[in-house]
């Protein structure tokens, strides 16, 4: 309990909680059905993904806006390919091509000590124009025997009444805990966040740490994007538009602070089915769809508020 | 003794335009207690830097332990044994003492062929520090650094010097913001490193404080070393005289 109370995740446990609360009091009926539950955890499993890589490169005190972008890329290069390549070469060319976007913006950040905010942000609108110019516009169907490819269904299929992806989710949550709470390599990745002149000192190589975290992020959008798709392979050049404020969201929201060094993984997915919960509750209650982005917007600053007051509560000079 | 452990033979260093270090010639042996002083800007720092590895000279060459030092980078410093414990550098704030305390050298154990970090031996480890450097009782290895005072955090910071087998300790300043029992405490530490056979190289403005511990006192001004003498051959007095004597050269504006 202790333990929990001072992880950063704390405060979305609280908003989980609080919003649950709410949703169940003003529209129990709509919320809480099968299809509403299964919309909502199928696509917080994918927003996870996307947020838990988010996390990293947050916790490294750094930023990544290029994820929606990455996330459509790969997601779009997995159906473009997979005439040429078959469905598993296909995902692999598509998270090759993802990891190639982080090592280059990591580069770009680490190498030319440039701010990752400016980098990635010519990484959203550069990936993006390549999305374009590579479709024309318009993104071929997805063959019916590739759809049903066993490799498919494994990534967009169901397993056990349950949709993959949240399967997927868990593992990577699981894997990435284990190795940002348990490993050397995670120790490093929070010492960096935390003080990279003071990692630098003890023979750290923040700058190794942090391309590795871009790396890990797009690949993580990227996989997301696959996951996507898999499930539902008819597309649009705009997948993914805005999808990086909604991961970046999910982060902060999940106590990831941008001074670097805090953050929660399991927070961040919280955070997601937080932003993911407005969503489809607002759909349910007949709102128009785009009132959520202004939703999203509230949620955040009461999020970042909320915990900031936590964190200080807890002691940390933030 | 065959060679000085570290020797420091025409360094210059250029930051930009800037001469920073100007022919600095310097030999420092094992077991010996050296105090480097120098007003602000004198560089002291600049200099320990290159030592350990921060900065690379730009001309000239330094010697560690008989073999000619070709790349300068803190994890190489480290690996041959240089400690460089800074004011306000060496410990990440977000992190616990135990992982502090082996940050940059984790231990680790293998479990499935996959290597954990060693949990049980860092706060092992950690927590005898703590004994041993006298923190306050209440503070566990789990403990974030944030909640340390500034005299714990050079605690933490001397412990790992002592704990890693070390043979040069440097220290910047230990005791800016101490309080006065926490100063004496960092000084019969750097003494105890030194009687151990540990080279420790002592920063600081405050030449009476250092010429009760040192062994050798090195003045440095303007980027030039200008004294290097035995404490039994110079009084602290008269090392402060040729500080400041040596003062920095203002340049005074012509009336033309």
Known sequence: ?318 | MAHPLISVKNLDLYFGAFHALKDVSVDFNAGELVGLVGDNGAGKTTLIRVLCGIHKPTKGEVWFDGTQVKEFHPKLAIDNGIETIQQSVGLCDNLSIARNFYLGREPVRKILGIPFLDFAKMRGESRKVIREFGLRDNVSADDEVERLSGGERQSVKIGRAVEFMNRVVIMDEPTNHLSVREREHVNELAVQLKEQGLLVIYITHDIFQVHKLADRIVIMENGEKVEDARTTDMTADELEEVIRQGGRKVEKRGAA
């Open chain 1, 1 to 318: 309990m202790k333990h929990l109370v001072k992880g950063q995740g704390f405060g979305a446990v609280i908003g989980v909680a609080l919003m649950l609360a709410v949703f169940s009091l003003i529209d129990f009926s709509g919320w809480w059905t099968a299809q509403t539950m299964s919309n909502v955890i199928h696509y917080t499993s994918i927003l996870g993904i996307l947020a838990m890589g988010q996390a990293l490169v947050i916790m490294t005190k750094e930023i990544d806006l290029s994820v929606g972008s990455v996330y459509g890329l790969a997601g779009i290069a997995f159906i473009m390919l997979q005439p040429a390549l078959g469905v598993p070469g296909a995902i692999i060319a598509a998270l090759i091509i993802a990891a190639a976007i982080g090592l280059l913006q990591g580069f770009g950040v680490v190498k030319g000590g440039l701010p990752s905010m400016i980098v990635t942000l010519g990484g959203l609108f550069t990936v993006r124009g390549i999305i374009y110019v590579w479709t024309g516009g318009s993104v071929k169907a997805f063959p019916e025997e590739a759809r049903n490819a066993v490799v498919t269904r494994l990534f967009g299929g169901e397993i056990l009444g349950l949709e993959a992806a949240v399967f997927w989710m868990l593992a990577i949550g699981a894997v990435l805990n284990l190795m940002l709470w348990a490993t050397r390599f995670g120790n490093h990745l929070l010492a960096t966040g935390g003080s990279a002149e003071s990692a630098d000192s003890r023979g750290v190589l923040t700058g190794r740490v942090k391309i590795t975290a871009f790396v890990l992020c797009s690949v993580l959008a990227g996989f997301a994007g696959i996951l996507t798709l898999a499930d539902q392979p008819q597309t649009h050049v705009t997948i993914g538009d805005l999808m990086e404020l909604e991961a970046i969201s999910a982060a902060v929201i999940g106590g990831c602070l941008l001074s670097g060094g805090r953050g929660s993984l399991t927070g961040a997915v919280l955070g997601a089915f937080i932003v993911t919960s407005f969503r489809y509750e607002l759909i349910a209650l007949g709102a128009p769809s785009s009132w959520f982005i202004t939703f999203v917007g509230v949620v955040l600053i009461v999020a970042v508020i909320f915990n900031q007051k936590l964190a200080r509560m807890a002691g940390h000079s933030v």
